[in-house]
RNA sequence: CUAAAUGGGA
C-alpha cells in the first residue's frame, strides 16, 4: 500500500492524474486496501488540478470504507478551496473540522492566511494570525513568508518589512522565497533598483537567488519597459550558472513583444528551443497574440499549429 | 508514503 501511496502521489505531482486514478483503482484489484493516506493522496490529486466537485466522491468512498477525514485531509480540501477563491467552502470546512474534533494546525492557518492575502483580505489574514496566537499555535517560517507575499502582492512593502522583522525576531531565518517575495513587492511597484539590492543582499545573508529571484526581476523589467535590463540580468544569469527555465524566456519574449520586436522575440524562443527547453502554453500564447496583434496570422497559425504537434493543448 | 509560501501569457 505504502508503495502505491508514493507512486500514486508521484503521478499527481507530474499532473498525471489519470495515470494515478488507474493505480488508485488497481490497488483494488490486487486486493490491497487503500488508507487514508491512499485517499489524501488521491484528495490532493484533484484539489492540485482544480477538479473540487470530484473530491465529494472520493469523501463518500472514503466514509463507506470507514475513514474519517484527518487532519490532513481537511487541509487539502482548504488548500484546494482557497486555490479555487472559493473562500466560503474553505471557512466552512475549517469549522466543520473543529466541529468533528480536530485541531486546525499552523498548516491548516497557513492555507487560510494565504486564501486571505490572495482574496485581498489582508485584515481577514492578519486576524487568522492573531487566531492561531489565541489558540497557542505559533507561525512558522512558512506563514510569516505567506503573509510577506500578501503585503507584497498589494504593493503594501512596510508592512512585509514589519513582518519580516517580527520572523527574525521570532527566530526564523528568512529564506530564498522570503526574499523572493520581497523582490516581487518591489518590481510590482517599479523598483527595480531596490528589487536588485535585495538580491545583492541575499549573498550576504548566505543565500543564492534562484531562478525565481531572477525571473522576478526580468519580468519587472519588461513590466517597465526595459527589456536590455532584462538581458543583462538573464547574462548575469548565465554567468552565475542558474539555468533560466520556461517563465524566465516567456518573460522576456513578452517584454519583446510588447516593443514590437518580434523578430527579437523570435530569436530568444529559437535560443529557448536550442537550449532544449520545452517551451509551453504561456509561451506560445504570448507569441501567437503579438502575431496576431501584428496582423501575421500566417505565423500565430503555424505557432498554434506547432503547439498541438508537441502536445501542448491551447485553451 | 499524504497537506501550507515566491516569478511569466490571454
Redesign the pocket.
Known amino acids: ?2 508503495t502505491y ?2 507512486l500514486i ?1 508521484a503521478c499527481c505531482k507530474l499532473r498525471r492524474i489519470d495515470e494515478a486514478f488507474g493505480l488508485f483503482r488497481s490497488m483494488v484489484i490486487k486486493g490491497l486496501e487503500p ?3 491512499t485517499f ?2 488521491v484528495l ?1 490529486g484533484l484539489c492540485r488540478e482544480g477538479r473540487m466537485k470530484e473530491t465529494s466522491g472520493i469523501l463518500d468512498e472514503m466514509s463507506r470504507k470507514g475513514y474519517v477525514p484527518d ?2 485531509s481537511y ?2 480540501l482548504i ?1 484546494g478551496y482557497c486555490k479555487e477563491g472559493n473562500l466560503h467552502q474553505a471557512l466552512f470546512l475549517h469549522a466543520e473540522m473543529v466541529r468533528n474534533g480536530l485541531s486546525p ?4 492557518y ?2 487560510l492566511i ?1 486564501c486571505m492575502c490572495k482574496a485581498g483580505n489582508l485584515n481577514r489574514a492578519i486576524e487568522f494570525l492573531d487566531q492561531m496566537h489565541v489558540r497557542g499555535l505559533s507561525p ?4 510569516y ?2 503573509l510577506i ?1 500578501g503585503f507584497s ?1 498589494q504593493g503594501l512593502l512596510n508592512e512585509a518589512y514589519r513582518v519580516l522583522d517580527e520572523m527574525i525576531g521570532s527566530g526564523f531565518s528568512p ?4 526574499y ?2 520581497l523582490i ?1 513587492g518591489h518590481c510590482l511597484l517599479g523598483r527595480i533598483e531596490e528589487a536588485t539590492e535585495v538580491l545583492q543582499n541575499m549573498d550576504g545573508k548566505g543565500l543564492t537567488p534562484d ?3 531572477y ?2 526581476i526580468i ?1 519587472g523589467c519588461c513590466r517597465n519597459h526595459d527589456v536590455d535590463r532584462a538581458f543583462q540580468l538573464k547574462k548575469e544569469m548565465d554567468h552565475k550558472g542558474i539555468l533560466p ?4 524566456y ?2 522576456i519574449i ?1 517584454g519583446l513583444c510588447e516593443q514590437r520586436r518580434l523578430i527579437d522575440a523570435f530569436d530568444v524562443f529559437r535560443e529557448m528551443l536550442y537550449t532544449g527547453l520545452p517551451p ?4 506560445y ?2 507569441l501567437i ?1 503579438a502575431y496576431c496583434k501584428e496582423g501575421d496570422l500566417n505565423r500565430a497559425f503555424d505557432l498554434h499549429d506547432e503547439m498541438i504537434q508537441k502536445g501542448i493543448l491551447p ?1
Open positions: 500500500v505504502v501511496n508514493t502521489d488508507n487514508l493516506i489524501n493522496v490532493n487532519e490532513v487541509n487539502t488548500n494546525g499552523v498548516v491548516t497557513t492555507s494565504d512558522n517560517e512558512r506563514t513568508t505567506t507575499n502582492q529564506s530564498v522565497v522570503t523572493n517575495a516581487n531562478v525565481v529571484s525571473s522576478t519580468g527555465d520556461a517563465i524566465t516567456s518573460s513578452r509551453d502554453e504561456f509561451t500564447t504570448t497574440d485553451d
